[in-house]
């Protein structure tokens, strides 16, 4: 389990949101058959099942996976082209996942003014790094640590 998910309750749990094609079709409004074509090239998979049903079924990252895919169609992209960028928006998606887990300390008040602790800025331990915003800005702020 993530620092992050210590601190923030899992409120949902995305392993457990699985949908038929049926469902995934109306939700993403790609067609059944389109989903199961995509599925052949290998551009989407399909969870594999233990029991004997035989329905397809597809996981909460399969989702995003189409989504990104048909909004990339819908912009004008060529299926492979689309396939492609989705794996690298896939990736960059991960290490965004990944960086904020672990910079993420929570939301303190500091100055009066909510701002998110990113953790240590330096190897000493003497400076915190805040985000915050104002004033329709992302801004910075390094407080020293004995100002806790």
Same mark, same amino acid.
């Given at each position: 389990m993530?620092?992050l #998910?210590?601190r923030?309750?899992n409120?949902?749990?995305f ?9 995934l079709?109306r939700?993403t ?6 989903l199961?074509?995509w599925e052949?090239?290998?551009y989407?998979?399909a969870?594999?099942?233990s029991d ?5 079924v +597809? ?6 996976e189409v !989504? ?9 992209? !060529? ?11 896939? #990736? ?5 996942r990944q ?8 939301v303190?008040?500091?100055?009066q003014?909510?701002?998110i602790n990113?953790? +240590? ?9 805040y985000?915050? +915003?104002?004033?329709?800005?992302? !801004? +910075?702020?390094l407080?020293?640590v004995d100002?806790?």
């Amino acid at each position: 389990m993530s620092d992050l #998910e210590h601190r923030i309750p899992n409120l949902i749990n995305f392993e457990k949101l699985v949908f038929r094609i049926g469902e995934l079709s109306r939700m993403t409004e790609v067609s059944s058959r389109q989903l199961r074509y995509w599925e052949q090239r290998g551009y989407i998979q399909a969870m594999a099942r233990s029991d004997q049903n035989k329905a397809r079924v +597809y996981d909460f990252h399969t989702f995003l996976e189409v !989504r990104i895919i048909k909004r990339l169609l819908d912009q004008g992209y !060529r299926l492979p082209a689309a396939v492609e960028k989705m794996r690298n928006i896939d #990736e960059e998606m991960g290490f965004t996942r990944q960086f904020f887990s672990k910079a993420f300390k929570g939301v303190e008040i500091v100055d009066q003014q909510p701002m998110i602790n990113m953790g +240590y800025f330096d190897e000493s331990k003497k400076q915190i790094l805040y985000g915050f +915003y104002k004033d329709g800005e992302i !801004r +910075y702020q390094l407080q020293p640590v004995d100002a806790q």
